[in-house]
């Protein structure tokens, strides 16, 4: 049924947690992993905009998150393989909400597996659950993809 999912990381606990779902998930369907990571810049801090800086301050900035980014991946990919799931990781810039049901639609992913985070919480039919704003996100926003949301709190 499914053959190709998409396990969007972050370097949180939710998303280390959620590696034991993703190695059960694929094993029993025999699935490939892409394995993704976004990182985000502008990085802000109070009073403070990464776009103020200097060019060369910038690409500095730009440059350690997208090592951090990359490391994060290998961490993740020695994970996986040690458990004997296929998987491929990619490394991109931009913001997780818009990135995460592109690159699931471009690249065939056939199910996304995200946890909640638990930092915010969504209404939906009057029911409180605790969704993280890009959890959110990508559930309302991938047509025809389904997106598995494990609880991890």
């Not at 049924?1 to 190695?23: A, C, I, R, W």
Request: proline share 6%.
């Amino acid at each position: 049924m499914y053959s190709h999912f998409l396990y969007p990381v972050d370097g949180s606990n939710q998303s280390t947690k959620m590696l034991e779902h993703v190695v059960a998930q694929a094993k029993a369907f025999g699935a490939k992993v892409s394995v993704l990571n976004v990182y985000h810049l502008p990085l802000t801090m109070p009073q403070v905009h990464v776009h103020t800086f200097p060019p060369e301050i910038q690409q500095q900035i730009s440059a350690g998150a997208e090592n951090e980014s990359k490391e994060l991946l290998r961490e993740v990919r020695r994970e996986l393989h040690s458990r004997g799931v296929d998987c491929k990781t990619f490394s991109v810039h931009g913001n997780p909400k818009l990135v995460i049901p592109d690159f699931a639609s471009e690249h065939g992913c056939d199910l996304i597996l995200m946890s909640t985070s638990g930092a915010g919480t969504l209404s939906l039919n009057g029911s409180v659950n605790h969704f993280g704003s890009t959890c959110s996100h990508v559930v309302h926003h991938t047509p025809g993809i389904p997106v598995m949301v494990v609880d991890l709190n």
